[in-house]
């Protein structure tokens, strides 16, 4: 048997808490996605989107939209493929907005 020694009867008093019985925890409510855009846009994995990109201070190249199905998304891509197979790997930095002419899944 342990002793604490500096304490009458020689045991620490007991919080409130202690003495109560436990609390009967619930479960944790069920873990939706944030809403970040990467899982949005993996919440809507083959749909077909367009995608507006900007690319500042590029003569050549400064804005692009691509039509195309989401592939997959990470936090600083999305892959696309066009209806001819074509693949774009495209840093989401870029990225302005996507269109669908479908409902978006927002919540799984």
């Known amino acids: ?3 604490f020694y500096g304490y009458p ?3 620490p008093p007991q919080s409130q808490q202690q003495m109560n019985p ?3 925890q619930l479960p944790a409510p069920p873990r939706q996605e944030e809403s ?3 899982n949005i846009l993996r919440m809507n994995r083959g749909k077909l989107g367009t995608f507006y990109f ?3 201070n590029n003569k050549e190249w400064n804005a692009k939209v691509i ?3 989401v592939e997959a998304a990470g936090r600083d891509h999305v892959i696309i493929s066009d209806p001819n197979g ?3 790997l495209m840093l989401m930095i870029y990225l302005d907005y ?3 002419d479908e409902e978006i899944n927002y919540f799984k």
């Open 1 to 3: 048997m342990v002793q």
């Open 22 to 24: 436990p609390n009967v």
């Open 86 to 88: 074509k693949r774009y």
């Open 36 to 38: 970040y855009i990467e």
């Open 54 to 56: 900007t690319f500042e």
């Open 9 to 11: 009867g020689g045991f």
């Open 98 to 100: 996507v269109t669908f």
């Open 67 to 69: 039509t195309g199905y």
